[in-house]
């Protein structure tokens, strides 16, 4: 055996020829200067970004982020689609603040483009991503007039956005009925696209008469424009046409990014209004998709991979379908799995700088050091060198982005020095095993060696030395105690550290814990104690098959006692309680552990694989998987159900099911309906959980046993038999091809006309006959059929056929004007009796159409009526007509009536106000009318209480008045021109009166 002295004096030379070594090799060794060893490459904290520029942007100027963190600190430098951006030329826009990069007074042709920047020290340079600035506008719409739109009632709408030019492209819609801020609702009879903009209206009514105008926003710039107004006239039509849906917003092929939130459109013309239904044709629609918009939106949130496919909408009314199917396709930003990290590494060692990145397209792989492109496909170094040191970065990129990884990369070479990492004093339990590790900072690698005080150890049965120096001893002794020297050495010198090694007692299991058995709700307790050397700490930890209880989250259940052993309390306990549980005593040098089982009996699981076997049209025979007893024998199985129609409640079904059985029948369903199914097991200890539900399965078909209820009618356009019903609801259909049969007669009939109605859900037939007499008596009643039959016809009603239309027009039709905007029309009533009322049209004879006229409706019982809203100064033809149920009758002659000529726009200026006791005298000048404005008559005087609409009115051919006085309060006199066209517009004088008769009321004129 070689004494550790001659090893000692071997390591002592070593080291001096190391000294020579150094002088050779300057800065090489470990031992650098504080600066040295704190230096390193630049980090990037802060990187540009994408930038969009407002046009109108009050701030001018840019801001482009670069910052790293580097020591010494990093210099900057920034590139401008490819070319280094001058700072300092004349004239420039650019100056440099930190790292960021700004721009004053940007200009569109100039400075739009790609940048990145670079950061340099004396370690290599680093370049950041591009980022690219651009500059965002919202134009104004068109001027231009937008032409009226009119539409039948019952007709489908598309009002054109017609959105201005703009970046970016994504803009946000929203309309405004006939001012701001009269939003439209949106509905299910109403959609806007937020792809196109445009306003559509499934089916227009009389309440969408208005003025229409198109907002689009722009969030990147904060900004909104209007469009010009677009009037929307619906035409009356009588009886109001249905028409089958008809898909006029579809959703193009889409491409999602993982991850990504998208929204598919969908909208559809129709009378009625189409019910829009969404599908995936590959599969069921994804969990992460919500329905909105009244079905026109289908949004797909968190998008991944599985999500994509064919996605189908489809437009349903009574009248037909419609259906458009386009594909989602979903790709991938690049993302890093692997991804280069700073590393030091030994002179002359082998290394490979590794990077890989998923995403979709695969991600094409770029590699830069110092800035500068490579040429390597990858980064591998059989032999490093000094050169090979500096800052690398390998970029991942397709065409949906670009990702950066950073790294520096040092090359060094040093003599073994345990200065920052010395070999430690160890503690080991006896008869236990101890690892004494050894970490000099060396390049290239050591050799190690140890000793235990002077004798040099060798690998045997219970002493290992391993490669990376660590000393391992097996079943430690008392005789293992000692002091412990490494020895390290490579080409540039040798080093040792020396540390101890002290054996304590040995931690034991003295009080295990027992396995218990209990119910769900009951409590127990675990004992666990141990005995440990008295110098070292102890602590107990319990797990649960194997993962760590954590006593503070599950308080509710768990609790530790406050004595030195580990007893464990267990409260309230649960299924899930069950399992292997595991008492560790640990001390700081080592561990043992002893288990015990816990048994927690409780209701039963939950079945499983619920599945139908059989099936009739009013029963299903299902079966099941028996789920775990929980230790309990299962008494009994409850079998529920539920049907589209049911609104998410589950129903039990009268089956009762022994708990020894897994297959029973469902009986008493509806025919042709679709069902789902799940089973609850029950024991001596409780319900438990109910199983997954079943395939959604329709029962076989049926003849349908229900009639339509509410069989009626009556009424109508002349010659016309108009029956009414209402329908049967869907879970009474029993079969596909539901429909209604008809069937009437005169009551002195014999024989029963009868007709098919396939509208499943109609409740009206008008049965048309030029020979049928008006106001006759008949016998009507329904049924329903399907592809498997007829059902039972309703109970028989009477109904009387609809009466003729008026057949005679209104005479003695007369009128005056009352005002620039108003008219009174009378005439002498119909003489016959079959009047429900009156309809009165008047439009402008030159101006307007008939199309457009404006309509009054007046009840029978009355002969004149009010015409409002009229132009001033124009010529009107009035028209006067009878209806009743059967439709209009012939119109009156044409009245002609010239409106008056307008009041006068401009207000009396006050020319003078005075106290003249406990009066106040106003004076006013005379309002001279314009040419197309009535002469004035005289004026009209109100004097009110501020805050009230009502009060003293006076009228006056003079230009002054003389009030009294108020003794208290705010009042306000309004002054207006009166004429035959109607009221001028109003001077006001505001009052504040006084109590105190010398003081002087105060005025304000506005």
């Not at 990147?220 to 109001?240: C, G």
């Not at 939106?297 to 199917?325: I, M, P, T, W």
């Not at 098959?545 to 007893?567: M, N």
């Not at 009115?953 to 003389?962: A, H, N, P, V």
Request: aromatic letters at 10%; hydrophobic letters at 35%; proline letters at 7%.
């Amino acid at each position: 055996i070689i004494s550790v002295w001659e090893h000692f004096a071997s390591l002592l030379i070593h080291s001096l020829a190391f000294l020579t070594q150094f002088v050779i090799y300057p800065g090489l060794v470990c031992l650098l200067s504080a600066d040295e060893a704190t230096g390193y490459g630049p980090v990037f904290e802060e990187q540009p970004v994408d930038t969009i520029y407002p046009e109108e942007s009050p701030e001018a100027k840019i801001t482009m982020s670069c910052r790293a963190r580097a020591n010494p600190p990093a210099t900057y430098k920034w590139i401008m689609e490819d070319m280094e951006i001058d700072l300092n030329a004349q004239g420039s826009h650019y100056s440099l603040v930190g790292g960021n990069l700004v721009i004053s007074n940007p200009i569109k042709t100039k400075h739009v483009g790609q940048y990145f920047c670079l950061a340099t020290n004396m370690y290599g340079t680093v370049i950041s991503r591009e980022a690219s600035v651009q500059f965002g506008y919202l134009d104004l719409f068109s001027s231009e007039e937008r032409e009226s739109v009119l539409v039948k009632e019952g007709q489908g709408a598309v009002l054109l956005c017609a959105p201005p030019p703009h970046y970016p492209g994504t803009l946000s819609f929203r309309w405004i009925l006939n001012e701001f801020p009269t939003f439209i609702p949106l509905d299910k009879r109403r959609f806007v696209s937020q792809i196109t903009g445009n306003l559509y209206i499934s089916k227009v009514d009389s309440s969408d008469s208005g003025n229409y105008s198109c907002i689009a926003s722009s969030q990147s710039i904060s900004k909104s424009v209007f469009s010009n107004y677009i009037p929307l006239v619906p035409l009356a039509e009588r009886p109001i046409r249905k028409y089958p849906a008809d898909l006029k917003v579809k959703f193009p092929d889409t491409t999602a990014l993982v991850g990504q939130n998208i929204t598919l459109e969908c909208f559809a013309l129709g009378n009625p209004v189409p019910e829009i239904r969404w599908k995936k044709l590959d599969g069921q629609l994804p969990p992460n998709h919500e329905v909105r918009m009244a079905g026109a939106h289908l949004h797909l949130y968190n998008v991944q991979f599985e999500d994509g496919g064919s996605y189908q909408c489809e437009a349903v009314n009574s009248r037909g379908k419609d259906y458009h199917a386009a594909r989602v396709s979903v790709e991938a930003f690049p993302e890093w799995m692997e991804h280069i990290s700073s590393t030091e590494k030994d002179l002359s060692s082998d290394y490979t700088m590794s990077c890989v990145a998923s995403g979709k397209p695969e991600p094409r792989i770029r590699w830069l050091k110092n800035g500068e492109l490579s040429d390597r496909k990858e980064m591998r170094f059989s032999s490093l060198t000094f050169d090979d040191s500096g800052m690398y970065q390998c970029i991942a990129e397709n065409h949906h982005g670009v990702i950066y990884a950073n790294a520096e990369l040092r090359v060094h070479v040093c003599a073994p020095t345990f200065e920052h990492n010395p070999v430690k004093r160890v503690l080991a339990p006896k008869n236990g095993r101890v690892v004494i590790q050894c970490r000099p900072k060396a390049a290239p690698k050591p050799t190690f060696s140890w000793s235990k005080d002077t004798e040099l150890l060798y690998n045997s049965t219970r002493v290992f030395i391993w490669e990376d120096g660590s000393l391992e001893i097996l079943n430690v002794t008392r005789a293992d105690e000692g002091r412990y020297t490494c020895f390290a050495e490579n080409d540039r010198g040798k080093a040792n550290s020396t540390g101890s090694l002290l054996v304590t007692e040995s931690t034991k299991i003295t009080m295990a814990p027992s396995n218990a058995d209990v119910k769900v709700g009951e409590n127990t307790r675990m004992q666990c104690a141990a005995s440990h050397d008295p110098s070292l700490d102890i602590t107990f930890i319990w797990s649960l098959d194997g993962r760590v209880i954590d006593l503070h989250k599950d308080s509710q259940h768990y609790e530790r006692t406050l004595d030195t052993v580990g007893k464990l309390c267990l409260s309230i306990l649960q299924l899930k309680h069950a399992g292997r549980y595991t008492c560790t005593a640990q001390t700081p040098i080592d561990n043992v552990t002893a288990s015990a089982h816990l048994v927690v009996r409780g209701p039963p699981g939950a079945p499983g694989g619920v599945r139908v076997m059989n099936k009739t049209d009013k029963s299903v025979t299902l079966q099941w998987s028996r789920g775990a007893d929980n230790h309990n024998p299962i008494s009994k199985y409850t079998i529920q159900y539920r049907d589209s129609f049911s609104k998410e409640v589950w129903k039990n079904a009268t089956t009762y099911v022994e708990g020894n059985t897994e297959m029973a029948t469902v009986v008493d369903l509806f025919p042709w309906i679709e069902y789902e199914f799940r089973v609850i097991a029950t024991s001596a200890l409780g319900t438990g959980e109910p199983s997954s539900p079943s395939p959604k399965d329709k029962t076989l078909e049926a003849i349908p046993v229900v009639a339509p209820s509410d069989v009626g009618g009556g009424g109508g356009s002349s010659r016309e038999l108009t029956i009414t019903w209402t329908p049967v609801q869907p879970q009474y259909y029993y079969g596909p091809n539901f429909g209604y049969i008809v069937a009437f007669k005169p009551q002195d009939g014999h024989e029963w006309s009868k007709v098919t109605v396939a509208d499943p859900q109609a409740k009206r037939y008008v049965h048309k006959d030029p020979s049928i007499p008006p106001s006759t008596e008949f016998q009507v009643k329904v049924k329903a059929f399907n592809s498997k039959g007829e059902g039972p016809f309703s109970l028989t009603a009477i109904i009387y056929s609809a009466q003729d239309a008026p057949s005679e027009a209104p005479v003695s039709v007369d009128g005056r004007a009352l005002s620039a905007t108003e008219a009174i029309v009378w005439w002498l009533p119909l003489s016959q009796s079959n009047i429900d009322g009156y309809q009165v049209k008047y439009w402008r004879n030159q101006e307007d159409s008939e199309g457009r006229a404006q309509r009054v409706v007046v009840p029978g019982s009355e002969n004149h009526t009010r015409l409002e809203s009229m132009k001033p100064d124009s010529h009107y033809l009035i028209e006067v007509r009878g209806y009743n149920s059967a439709g209009y009758g012939p119109a009156s002659e044409h009245l002609q009536i010239h409106t008056k000529k307008a009041p006068p726009s401009r207000p009396p200026r006050i020319a003078g106000k005075k106290l003249k006791g406990r009066k106040v005298n106003i004076v006013w000048e005379h309002v001279e009318p314009l040419a197309n404005e009535a002469p004035v008559d005289g004026y009209k005087v109100l004097c009110r209480q501020q805050g009230h609409s009502t009060g003293t009115l006076y009228t006056t051919g003079k230009q002054s008045i003389d009030l009294l006085l108020p003794t208290d309060g705010n009042y306000v006199v309004e002054v207006r021109a009166h004429t035959e066209g109607g009221d001028g517009a109003v001077a006001q004088v505001n009052i504040t009166g006084n109590r105190q008769t010398h003081l002087s009321p105060s005025f304000t004129i506005l």
